[in-house]
């Protein structure tokens, strides 16, 4: 595998489930990422982590929870989700978060959430 | 805060025509810039960054985008569009001036190419 993997990637669940978003970057980086995509709203960053820290959390509802356990996975782990929070939820990497501001950040192909 | 604006959710244009994509930028500090690309079912590609080298900046598969101070513009363009263009388009910022990695995206823009 190359480049920024992340599954399911399809997932529906009802609002009593729990379930979680899995994401692995091959690329080295040290900064993961993730975005939220709905229609016709700008991408949302949810939360950073850099090296295994946790450097931003964007007001996310505590009903999404993240968890990097090394540089090269991240979680979000979902329970009682809402409608509304049906999107396109998008992993990114960058080599760091520290690094400037003009790294480029690659992403996964998302996964596309549905909930009942 | 610095924010982005995409002019034009939806874009059409003839395949061979010229394609350009509005970007214009909300910051006292010239940020840094980008274009990504998004493929149906695929996560975001980068197309192309302004980092203050060359205020013209050339990406993959023929786009480039002029980094304008004055008119705090990014536009993107392509001389000649494909049917494979066919896709989102994002213009993003980042405020060069915290040294963080923090992109702020626009709204997107599909473009739209017919036979």
């Known amino acids: 595998e190359t480049g920024v993997t992340q599954t399911p990637r399809h997932l529906v669940m009802g609002m009593t489930n729990k379930k979680s978003l899995k994401c692995e970057q091959h690329l080295g980086h040290n900064a993961m990422y993730w975005y939220k995509q709905s229609a016709k709203k700008p991408l949302e960053l949810m939360f950073v982590?850099?090296?295994?820290?946790?450097?931003e959390n964007n007001s996310v509802p505590s009903r999404f929870s993240p968890e990097c356990p090394n540089s090269s996975h991240l979680f979000l782990h979902l329970h009682t989700l809402q409608p509304e929070d049906s999107a396109l939820y998008l992993c990114?990497?960058?080599?760091?978060?520290?690094?400037?501001?003009?790294?480029?950040?690659?992403f996964g192909p998302g996964t596309r959430l549905l909930v009942l | 805060a610095q924010s982005v604006t995409q002019l034009g959710s939806h874009v059409s244009v003839s395949e061979g025509a010229l394609v350009l994509l509005r970007c214009n930028y909300s910051?006292?500090?010239?940020?840094?810039l980008f274009w990504y690309v998004q493929y149906p079912n695929q996560g975001l590609q980068l197309l192309l960054k302004y980092t203050s080298a060359a205020t013209l900046v050339k990406g993959i598969n023929g786009f480039e985008a002029e980094f304008k101070k004055s008119e705090t513009s990014f536009h993107l363009t392509k001389p000649s569009a494909h049917m494979s263009d066919a896709a989102e388009y994002f213009c993003a910022v980042s405020d060069r001036r915290t040294g963080f990695q923090k992109l702020v995206f626009g709204t997107g823009t599909r473009l739209l190419v017919s036979p």
């Open positions: 990114a990497s960058s080599l760091s978060v520290t690094g400037g501001g003009a790294e480029t950040q690659y």
């Open positions: 910051s006292s500090v010239p940020p840094y």
């Open positions: 982590y850099n090296f295994k820290e946790q450097t």
